[in-house]
Protein backbone atom coordinates (compact mmCIF):
# COMPACT_ATOMS: atom_id res chain seq x y z
CA UNK A 1 0.00 0.00 0.00
CA UNK A 2 1.74 3.57 -1.29
CA UNK A 3 0.11 5.62 1.23
CA UNK A 4 0.27 3.67 4.03
CA UNK A 5 1.37 4.57 6.78
CA UNK A 6 2.91 1.77 8.56
CA UNK A 7 3.56 0.17 5.11
CA UNK A 8 6.19 3.12 4.44
CA UNK A 9 7.67 2.58 7.90
CA UNK A 10 8.08 -1.66 6.74
CA UNK A 11 9.78 -0.30 3.51
CA UNK A 12 12.16 1.88 5.94
CA UNK A 13 10.63 5.16 3.70
CA UNK A 14 9.75 6.60 7.74
CA UNK A 15 11.58 5.98 10.84
CA UNK A 16 10.65 4.18 13.66
CA UNK A 17 12.23 2.45 16.55
CA UNK A 18 12.17 -1.31 15.79
CA UNK A 19 12.10 -3.68 18.24
CA UNK A 20 11.29 -7.21 16.61
CA UNK A 21 11.07 -8.13 12.87
CA UNK A 22 10.76 -11.26 11.13
CA UNK A 23 9.33 -12.63 7.60
CA UNK A 24 5.30 -11.85 8.71
CA UNK A 25 5.34 -8.84 11.45
CA UNK A 26 7.55 -5.90 12.69
CA UNK A 27 7.13 -4.42 16.02
CA UNK A 28 7.93 -1.21 16.73
CA UNK A 29 7.75 1.70 19.43
CA UNK A 30 4.34 4.43 19.54
CA UNK A 31 5.65 7.40 18.71
CA UNK A 32 2.86 8.85 21.49
CA UNK A 33 3.25 6.16 24.05
CA UNK A 34 0.40 5.62 26.49
CA UNK A 35 2.11 3.30 29.13
CA UNK A 36 6.22 3.12 30.19
CA UNK A 37 5.97 0.14 27.57
CA UNK A 38 3.74 0.88 24.18
CA UNK A 39 4.51 -1.06 21.01
CA UNK A 40 3.21 -1.80 17.94
CA UNK A 41 2.85 -4.88 15.99
CA UNK A 42 2.05 -5.44 12.64
CA UNK A 43 1.38 -7.24 9.87
CA UNK A 44 3.61 -7.19 7.36
CA UNK A 45 1.11 -7.95 4.68
CA UNK A 46 -1.27 -4.73 4.37
CA UNK A 47 -4.59 -5.43 6.10
CA UNK A 48 -6.99 -2.85 7.25
CA UNK A 49 -7.95 -3.72 10.26
CA UNK A 50 -9.27 -7.56 12.19
CA UNK A 51 -12.30 -6.61 9.16
CA UNK A 52 -9.50 -8.15 6.63
CA UNK A 53 -9.08 -11.73 8.31
CA UNK A 54 -9.83 -14.17 6.51
CA UNK A 55 -9.34 -17.91 6.42
CA UNK A 56 -6.19 -17.31 3.98
CA UNK A 57 -4.64 -15.04 6.70
CA UNK A 58 -5.29 -15.67 10.26
CA UNK A 59 -2.52 -17.33 11.07
CA UNK A 60 -0.72 -13.01 11.06
CA UNK A 61 -2.56 -13.09 14.09
CA UNK A 62 -0.78 -15.70 15.65
CA UNK A 63 2.07 -14.33 14.34
CA UNK A 64 1.62 -11.17 15.98
CA UNK A 65 0.25 -12.77 19.28
CA UNK A 66 3.99 -14.96 19.20
CA UNK A 67 5.83 -11.61 18.64
CA UNK A 68 4.12 -9.83 21.97
CA UNK A 69 5.16 -12.65 24.00
CA UNK A 70 8.69 -12.76 23.41
CA UNK A 71 9.00 -8.92 23.55
CA UNK A 72 7.11 -8.72 26.57
CA UNK A 73 9.22 -11.85 27.83
CA UNK A 74 12.16 -10.14 26.69
CA UNK A 75 11.14 -6.49 28.32
CA UNK A 76 10.37 -8.43 31.63
CA UNK A 77 6.64 -7.95 31.90
CA UNK A 78 5.03 -10.93 32.33
CA UNK A 79 5.54 -11.06 36.20
CA UNK A 80 2.71 -7.89 36.32
CA UNK A 81 1.07 -8.92 33.26
CA UNK A 82 -0.08 -6.20 30.38
CA UNK A 83 -2.80 -5.04 27.85
CA UNK A 84 -3.17 -6.18 24.39
CA UNK A 85 -5.07 -3.49 22.44
CA UNK A 86 -6.69 -3.71 18.85
CA UNK A 87 -8.57 -1.02 17.50
CA UNK A 88 -10.88 -1.57 14.72
CA UNK A 89 -12.70 1.35 13.03
CA UNK A 90 -14.19 4.45 13.69
CA UNK A 91 -16.38 3.24 17.09
CA UNK A 92 -12.98 1.17 18.03
CA UNK A 93 -11.10 4.60 17.84
CA UNK A 94 -8.84 3.66 15.09
CA UNK A 95 -6.71 6.28 13.80
CA UNK A 96 -4.07 4.35 11.41
CA UNK A 97 -5.78 2.04 9.22
CA UNK A 98 -2.84 -0.67 8.96
CA UNK A 99 -4.13 -3.97 11.92
CA UNK A 100 -1.85 -3.12 14.86
CA UNK A 101 -1.69 -4.76 18.34
CA UNK A 102 -0.98 -2.55 20.90
CA UNK A 103 1.16 -3.78 23.30
CA UNK A 104 1.26 -2.13 26.78
CA UNK A 105 2.92 -2.21 30.02
CA UNK A 106 5.07 -1.00 32.64
CA UNK A 107 2.13 0.45 35.03
CA UNK A 108 -1.32 -1.04 36.02
CA UNK A 109 -3.78 -0.57 33.64
CA UNK A 110 -7.38 0.86 34.58
CA UNK A 111 -11.01 -0.84 33.27
CA UNK A 112 -13.22 -0.19 31.42
CA UNK A 113 -11.23 1.49 28.53
CA UNK A 114 -12.57 4.58 27.03
P1 LIG B 1 -4.95 3.34 16.72
O1 LIG B 1 -5.64 4.53 17.34
O2 LIG B 1 -5.11 3.31 15.22
O3 LIG B 1 -5.31 2.03 17.37
O4 LIG B 1 -3.42 3.52 17.04
C1 LIG B 1 -2.52 4.16 16.20
C2 LIG B 1 -1.23 4.35 16.98
O5 LIG B 1 -0.21 4.68 16.07
C3 LIG B 1 -1.31 5.48 18.00
O6 LIG B 1 -1.04 4.96 19.31
C4 LIG B 1 -0.25 6.47 17.52
O7 LIG B 1 0.44 7.09 18.59
C5 LIG B 1 0.65 5.60 16.67
N1 LIG B 1 1.30 6.32 15.60
C6 LIG B 1 0.72 7.20 14.73
N2 LIG B 1 1.62 7.64 13.84
C7 LIG B 1 2.80 7.02 14.14
C8 LIG B 1 4.12 7.09 13.56
O8 LIG B 1 4.39 7.78 12.59
N3 LIG B 1 5.08 6.33 14.15
C9 LIG B 1 4.82 5.52 15.23
N4 LIG B 1 5.85 4.82 15.74
N5 LIG B 1 3.59 5.45 15.80
C10 LIG B 1 2.60 6.18 15.25
ZN1 LIG C 1 -0.26 -0.73 5.35
Not at 8 to 15: A, F, G, M, N, Y
Not at 28 to 41: G, R, T
Request: proline letters at 5%; aromatic letters at 6%.
Amino acid sequence: MKDCLFCKIIRREIPAKIVDENESCLAFKDIDPKAPVHILIIPKEHLGSTLDFSDENISLLAEMGLMSNSISRELGLNAGGYRWVINTGKDGGQAVDHLHLHLLGGRKMTWPPG
